[in-house]
C-alpha cells in the first residue's frame, strides 16, 4: 500500500499540469464557503507562484484575498462540484493571480475536490495582441479607404484628425492648412472632440527662413509666436515637446498648452512634391506620455496620407508599406503560435540530428537513452547498451595520460553520486582492435527533481576531438618551442603593422605596459606611449619604410612614470609573396646600467650617513651609560640621606629637590637612550593620553616657537601595551617632519581616539590584517605637503626629500618599524599645499587589565632577606652604592670589580643565591660571567642591570624571555622588590610568590 501510495505520489509530482486537492468549508446551511490546499505539485507552484511550504492546509481567502469577490465565484463553482460529485472545464481569469488558467475540476469524494490545470496567460497575450494588431489594422484600412474616397478638404482632415486619436490613443490632433496655398483661403483648424470642452483654437503660425516658394502670408506674420511648427515645417522633419512643462515655449505656445492642459506634442509637417503645405499636431494631457517610435511612424504615415489625399494625389506608399508591415506582423505572430506547438518536435529533431552525442543515465548510472550520434560514438545501438552502466559495456576509460578511469571517477556517475556538474573533461575510449582510442570532450549534467537533494538522473555530452586533437598537438609542439623562445627571453620581442598597431608581443613587453598580454595584441604604440615618445618612435618607423634596412637606436621611451632606456634593432618583415607589410622589433632594456653609477653614489652617500647616525648613537649611548652610572649614585645616595634627615625639613625639601632633577635627568638619558635605539624596549600597558601629554613640553622646545602646537585628546581613549619609549619616538619623529614641512609659521595638531575596525574596513584597507579596537594618533600639519608618490614612498628607508646633508630619511622608517612591532599601522593623508596628516593605529590593551608604571612600583614595607649576593660592576661608585643598598636589607654580599674576581669569589663560596652583574664589563659581558659561574652554581639566579643593554641578553629590543632585568638608575625600593622577586621565582611554575 505504501509503494503505490509513494508511486502515485511520484506521477503526481512529475506530471507537467498544476495538480491541486482541496477540502471544501461550509456554513451551518451547507453552503461552500471556503476551501483548504491538501496537496499541490511543483507545476502547481510554477504557474501561480504560490509555494506549497506556505498554502497547504492554508484556507483559499487566506492565501489569495479578494478571491471570494473574483467574478468567476471559484469558491461557489469548486464547493458545488465538490460537494456534488460532478465534473466540468473552465477556462477563467483569475484576478488575484493575475493569469489566465484552462483545466478540468473534479470531486474524487465528497466534500473534496480536484484540479488539473495549465497557465495559458502567455497564449492568451498572444492572441489578445494579435487581435489588438488585426483590429488596429482593419482601422488603418479603413481610414485609409475613407481618405481615399474623400475629396472635400474640410472633411477629409476631420477624418485624418479623428483617424490619429484612435490610432494612437493619444487625446487630441489638428491640422493646419497654409492660406493663399491653392488648396484653402484662410489658415483652418480642424480637430478632432476636445476632451476639455473647447471648440475652436485659432493658431497663425510664422516660420523663420523659410524658402522663397513659400505662401505668401507666411511673410506677413509674426515670426516668433510657433517655432516649433516653423521648424518642423522648414526641417521638414517632426518635432516633439516632451513635457510642455519644462520646455522652452513661446508665450503664445505657453498659453494654447496651459488653457488645454497638454502635456507632451508632436508636430509632423504635411509634405507634398518636397513642399510643405501644412502642419499636423497631436497631443497628450498624460504626464507620462511618450511618443514611440511607432507612433511617430504612424502619424508621419497619415501626414503623408492627408497630404496626398488633399492634393488628389494616390493613397500613400509610406501608408501601403506600413499596412504590410501590420500584415507581415500579423502572418509572424501566426507564425509563432505555431513554433510553439512545434517546439517538442523541433527539440526531438535536434536531439536525433546533432552533431554531439548525448546519453542519458537514470539514479542508478544505468543507460536508459542516447540519440544516433551517441551510437555512432560509441559504436554500440541502443538497443545493446540500454539498460547496462558503463563498467558492464566493457568499455575502458582513459585520461589523458592513458591511465585507466575508474568507474567511480568517471563523469556520468560522479555526477551522479556529487550532484555537481562534470566537466568538459578530455576523455578516450580505448579500442583494442587498433591500440588507439577515440578521444572524447564529455559533460555531466545532473537533473532534480523539486526540493530534492541528489539527482534522479543525468544526461552526458560526447564530442568526438580526435582528430582535432591530434591536430592541436601537433601544432601545440612547434609552437611551445617557438613561444619559450619569447616567453622566457629577457629581450622585448615584438610585431607591429605599418600603422603601429601589435600583432605579436612577448611577456616582456606585457610586463612592460603592466598589461595582460591579451589585451596589448590589437593596441597601438600611440595608445600606450605619451606623445613625445611616439614621435620619436613614428621617426624610426619613417625611415624603416623608406629604406627597408634594419635600424638600431637607443631609445629613451617614457612607460607609465618611469623612463626607460631601450637599445632597439628594428627590421622589415615580408608576407608570403615577400611584400614589406610589418615592422619586427628587439630591444634590451638598459636603464638598469645606465643607472648603476647613479645607485652606486647614492648608496656611497647612504652608506655615509648610515655610519654616522650610527656612530651618533654609538657616542649617545655611551655617555647615556656613564651618566646613568652617576645618576645612580646620586640618586642612591640622596634617598639614604633622606631617610636619615626625617626630621630635618629644611635640608629634606633641599634634597627632595636634587632628588627630582636626578629623575628628570634619567627621564632625558632614557630619551637619549632612545634615539640611539639602545634602550631595552619593555612593553607596558600604559595611558595613551597621559603619556601624550607629558611629552607636550618637549615637543614645543623641539618645534619652535614660530608653529602652534595643539593637543587634543580624545576621550575615552583607554591604554596601550607598549613601551612607553616607543610612544616618545613616534611622535618625535612625526613632529619633527611635520616642523621641516612647514616653511615660516604654521600649526601642528596632535589628536587621539579611540575606533572599531570592522571586517570590512580590513577588507578594503590590506595595511589592516585584523579587525578589532584601536587607538588612533594622528598628527597633522599646514605644511607643504606631498604628492601621491612621495607619499608612495616615505617608510622606505633611507627615502628622504631634504637636500643632501640635511636629513638621513631613517626617521619615518623607525616609526613604521616601532608601529609594525606593535601589531599596528600607519595611513597617511597628503596634497601639496594642504598639508600632511598622518594617523598611528596601535592595537587597544585589554579593559579588563590594570595599568602598570613604567618602573617597579615603589611599596612601603621593603622586602628583606639574609641570602648571599654577588655583586659585579666595573663602576665603583655604583659597585658601592649596590653594597651598601643590599647591607641595609639584611643581605650577605661578596663585591668584584671585575668578572675574573666575580669567577674567583664564585669557586670559594658555594652559598651563592644571586648575581647582580653588569651587562657592558671588561674582559667579558654579564650574560656570558652568568653562564660560566651557573655551571657550578645551577641553583643561583640572575639580574643584570644597565644603563643600556647589548644583544646579548634582548632580542629585537625586548628582553629575552628568562632573563631578569633593572634599568640603571634605580632606587633601593627597586632593588630591594626586584631581588626578592627573583629570589622567590618558582621555576617549575613560571610564577612569582603571590601571583594566580
Known amino acids: 500500500m505504501d509503494n503505490r501510495q509513494d508511486s502515485c505520489t511520484q506521477l503526481i509530482e512529475t506530471l507537467p499540469n498544476a495538480f ?21 505539485n ?92 488585426n483590429e488596429k489594422m482593419g482601422l488603418l484600412l479603413d481610414i485609409s479607404t475613407a481618405i481615399a474616397e474623400q475629396r472635400e478638404s474640410n472633411a477629409l482632415c476631420q477624418i ?123 497631443s497628450s494631457i498624460d504626464e507620462t506620455f511618450g511618443f514611440s517610435e511607432s507612433i511617430i511612424e504612424l502619424t508621419r504615415i497619415l501626414a503623408g496620407q492627408a497630404a496626398l489625399s488633399i492634393s488628389e494625389a494616390n493613397r500613400s506608399e ?15 505572430l501566426e507564425e509563432a503560435e505555431r513554433t510553439v506547438r512545434k517546439s517538442e518536435e523541433k527539440h526531438r529533431m535536434l536531439f536525433e540530428t546533432m552533431s554531439q552525442g548525448v546519453v542519458y543515465h537514470d539514479a542508478n548510472g544505468r543507460i536508459f537513452s542516447c540519440n544516433p550520434a551517441a551510437e555512432r560514438i560509441l559504436g554500440k545501438p541502443l538497443i545493446a547498451i540500454q539498460g547496462k552502466t558503463v563498467d558492464q559495456l566493457l568499455v575502458r576509460m582513459v585520461d589523458e595520460e592513458y591511465r585507466t578511469v575508474a568507474y567511480e571517477e568517471q563523469p556520468a556517475h560522479a555526477a551522479l553520486h556529487t550532484g555537481k556538474k562534470i566537466g568538459p573533461v578530455i576523455r578516450g575510449i580505448y579500442l583494442p582492435d587498433s591500440d588507439s582510442c577515440i578521444w572524447l570532450s564529455i559533460t555531466a549534467t545532473p537533473l532534480f527533481r523539486p526540493g530534492d537533494d541528489m539527482p534522479y538522473q543525468t544526461y552526458a555530452t560526447l564530442e568526438d576531438i580526435t582528430v582535432r586533437r591530434q591536430a592541436l598537438r601537433d601544432l601545440h609542439h612547434v609552437g611551445e618551442r617557438y613561444k619559450a623562445l619569447l616567453d622566457y627571453s629577457p629581450l622585448h620581442i615584438c610585431e607591429f603593422d605599418l600603422n603601429g598597431r601589435y600583432l605579436m608581443a612577448n611577456p616582456a613587453i606585457a610586463d612592460l605596459f603592466a598589461l595582460p598580454l591579451s589585451e596589448l595584441t590589437g593596441k597601438s604604440f600611440q595608445q600606450l606611449l605619451p606623445p613625445e615618445t611616439v614621435k620619436s618612435i613614428s621617426e624610426r618607423i619613417d625611415r624603416i619604410k623608406e629604406t627597408s634596412r634594419p635600424l638600431t637606436v637607443l631609445d629613451y621611451l617614457n612607460i607609465g612614470t618611469d623612463e626607460r632606456v631601450f637599445s632597439s634593432t628594428l627590421f622589415p618583415l615580408l608576407d608570403t609573396e615577400g611584400k614589406f607589410d610589418s615592422i619586427g622589433s628587439v630591444s634590451l632594456d638598459i636603464t638598469e646600467l645606465m643607472k648603476a653609477e647613479e645607485e652606486k653614489n647614492s648608496l656611497r652617500y647612504q652608506l655615509a650617513q648610515s655610519q654616522k647616525m650610527e656612530a651618533v648613537g654609538q657616542l649617545a649611548g655611551g655617555v647615556a651609560h656613564d651618566f646613568n652610572n652617576m645618576l645612580s649614585v646620586i640618586l642612591g645616595y640622596t634617598e639614604m640621606v633622606m631617610e636619615q634627615l626625617t626630621d630635618n625639613t629644611a635640608v629634606l625639601g633641599e634634597l627632595q629637590q636634587v632628588h627630582s632633577a636626578a629623575e628628570r635627568s634619567a627621564a632625558l638619558t632614557r630619551q637619549l637612550l632612545a634615539f640611539a635605539r639602545q634602550q631595552t624596549i619593555n ?22 616657537e614660530d608653529i602652534a602646537l595643539s593637543w587634543i585628546p580624545g576621550e575615552n581613549t583607554g591604554c596601550l601595551l607598549i613601551d612607553p619609549t616607543q610612544i616618545d619616538q613616534i611622535l618625535v619623529n612625526l613632529c619633527v617632519n611635520a616642523r621641516e614641512a612647514i616653511a615660516d609659521t604654521g ?40 604628492d601621491r608618490d612621495t607619499v608612495s614612498r616615505i617608510f622606505e628607508p633611507f627615502f628622504t626629500t631634504k637636500g643632501p646633508g640635511k636629513g638621513t630619511g631613517l626617521g619615518l622608517s623607525t616609526v613604521f618599524g616601532i608601529v609594525k612591532q606593535n601589531g599596528g599601522f600607519v595611513n597617511v593623508y597628503s596634497e601639496p599645499g594642504d598639508g600632511t596628516t598622518v594617523r598611528i593605529y596601535l592595537p587597544a590593551a585589554d579593559p579588563g587589565g590594570s595599568d602598570a608604571d613604567t618602573e617597579i612600583k615603589i611599596i612601603s614595607d621593603e622586602p628583606t632577606g639574609n641570602e648571599t649576593i654577588l655583586v659585579t660592576d666595573d663602576d665603583e661608585a655604583v659597585r658601592n652604592l649596590t653594597i651598601r643598598m643590599l647591607e641595609q636589607l639584611g643581605y650577605r654580599v661578596l663585591a668584584a670589580a671585575t668578572p675574573g674576581e ?95
Open 42 to 133: 511543483s507545476a502547481f507552484e510554477e504557474f501561480t507562484g504560490l509555494n506549497r511550504l506556505d498554502i497547504i492546509n492554508k484556507r483559499v481567502t487566506e492565501v489569495l484575498p479578494g478571491i471570494e469577490n473574483d467574478g468567476f465565484n471559484w469558491i461557489g463553482t469548486f464547493g458545488k462540484i465538490a460537494l456534488g460529485g460532478d465534473s466540468t472545464s473552465f477556462e477563467q481569469y483569475s484576478n488575484p493571480l493575475q493569469s489566465w488558467y484552462e483545466g478540468k475540476v473534479y470531486s474524487d469524494q465528497p466534500g473534496h475536490f480536484t484540479t488539473i490545470f495549465s497557465n495559458i496567460s502567455e497564449r492568451k497575450k498572444a492572441f489578445q495582441n494579435l487581435r489588438f494588431q
Open 902 to 996: 666575580a669567577l674567583e669569589l664564585s669557586r670559594t663560596h658555594s652559598d651563592i643565591s644571586l648575581l647582580i652583574t653588569d651587562v657592558i664589563m671588561p674582559e667579558m659581558n654579564g650574560k656570558d660571567l652568568f653562564t660560566l659561574i651557573e655551571a657550578e652554581h645551577y641553583l643561583m639566579k640572575c639580574i643584570f642591570i644597565s644603563g643600556y643593554t647589548s644583544n646579548v641578553i634582548v632580542h629585537r629590543g625586548v628582553v629575552d624571555e628568562g632573563i631578569h632585568f633593572l634599568q640603571k638608575p634605580f632606587s633601593r625600593n627597586n632593588l630591594a622588590v626586584k631581588v626578592r622577586e627573583v629570589l622567590d621565582f618558582d621555576p617549575g611554575t613560571d610564577r612569582y610568590p603571590g601571583s594566580k
Open 318 to 332: 509610406e501608408l501601403k508599406h506600413y499596412v504590410k508591415e501590420i500584415e507581415q506582423k500579423n502572418r509572424n
Open 20 to 40: 491541486a486537492r482541496h477540502r471544501v468549508i461550509t456554513d451551518e446551511l451547507g453552503n461552500p464557503v471556503d476551501y483548504t490546499f491538501l496537496q499541490v
Open 160 to 282: 485624418i484628425a479623428d483617424s490619429v486619436v484612435k490610432l494612437t490613443e493619444l487625446n487630441s490632433s489638428a491640422i493646419y492648412l497654409y492660406k493663399n496655398s491653392g488648396l484653402h483661403g484662410k489658415t483652418d483648424l480642424y480637430k478632432n472632440p476636445d476632451p476639455h470642452g473647447n471648440t475652436d483654437i485659432h493658431l497663425k503660425a510664422t516660420y523663420p527662413a523659410l524658402p522663397t516658394d513659400f505662401p505668401d502670408f507666411l511673410r506677413d506674420a509674426n515670426t516668433a509666436d510657433h517655432p516649433h511648427i516653423a521648424e518642423a515645417i522648414s526641417e521638414k522633419h517632426p518635432v516633439i515637446v516632451a513635457d510642455s512643462r519644462t520646455a522652452e515655449l513661446t508665450p503664445e505656445e505657453k498659453n494654447v498648452c496651459e488653457s488645454r492642459n497638454l502635456r507632451s506634442l508632436l508636430y509632423v509637417p504635411l509634405i507634398y512634391q518636397n513642399k510643405s503645405i501644412g502642419v499636423l499636431i497631436v
Open 683 to 704: 612593553p607596558k600597558r600604559v595611558n595613551l593620553n597621559e603619556t601624550i601629554s607629558a611629552l607636550i613640553t618637549m615637543l614645543n622646545r623641539i618645534i619652535g
Open 747 to 786: 600649526k601642528i595638531i596632535i589628536e587621539t581616539d579611540r575606533i572599531s575596525l570592522t571586517d570590512e574596513y580590513c577588507a578594503a584597507h590590506p595595511e589592516c590584517s585584523t579587525p578589532g579596537k584601536y587607538l588612533m594618533t594622528a598628527v597633522s600639519d599646514s605644511g607643504c605637503g606631498m
